[in-house]
C-alpha cells in the first residue's frame, strides 16, 4: 500500500513540474497562440486544420493551440470545414506573445488561412 502512494506521489510531482514548466516562458523564445472560431448554425461544427503545411488534424470549433517557438519560425494555419456545406464562417487568429499578430476570415466552403515568420 505504500509503494502505491510513493507512486502516487512521485507521478504526481513530476506531472506539476511538465505542466509549470510547459507554461513558463522560454528564454529567446515566443509564445505562439493559434485560435480558430466559427459560426456554423445547428450543424457540427468539425474542421480540417493544417498546421505549418504537414500537420493535419480535425477539430471542433472553437478551438486553441498554443506552444514556444523562436524568432524566425515560419509559422502557417490553414481550416476549413470538413463537409463541403455552404453554411457558416470561419476566423483564424494568430497570437505572439498574447498580441494578435494576423488573422483571417472565410466564408462558406473556402479555407481561412494565416501565415507569418514569428518576428
Request: overall charge neutral; some cysteine; glycine content about 8%.
Amino acid at each position: 500500500m505504500k509503494i502505491l502512494i510513493l507512486i502516487g506521489v512521485i507521478v504526481a510531482v513530476v506531472f506539476v513540474i511538465l505542466t509549470v514548466s510547459a507554461k513558463r516562458p522560454r528564454k529567446g523564445q515566443h509564445r505562439i497562440v493559434y485560435h480558430l472560431q466559427g459560426e456554423r448554425g445547428a450543424d457540427s461544427a468539425w474542421v480540417v486544420v493544417i498546421r505549418d503545411g504537414t500537420d493535419d488534424e480535425t477539430v471542433q470549433i472553437p478551438w486553441t493551440l498554443s506552444f514556444w517557438a523562436p524568432p524566425g519560425t515560419s509559422v502557417a494555419l490553414s481550416e476549413q470545414y470538413q463537409d463541403d456545406s455552404t453554411k457558416g464562417s470561419l476566423e483564424a487568429k494568430l497570437y505572439v506573445d498574447g498580441q494578435l499578430l494576423q488573422s483571417a476570415r472565410s466564408s462558406a466552403g473556402e479555407s481561412a488561412t494565416i501565415r507569418c515568420t514569428v518576428p
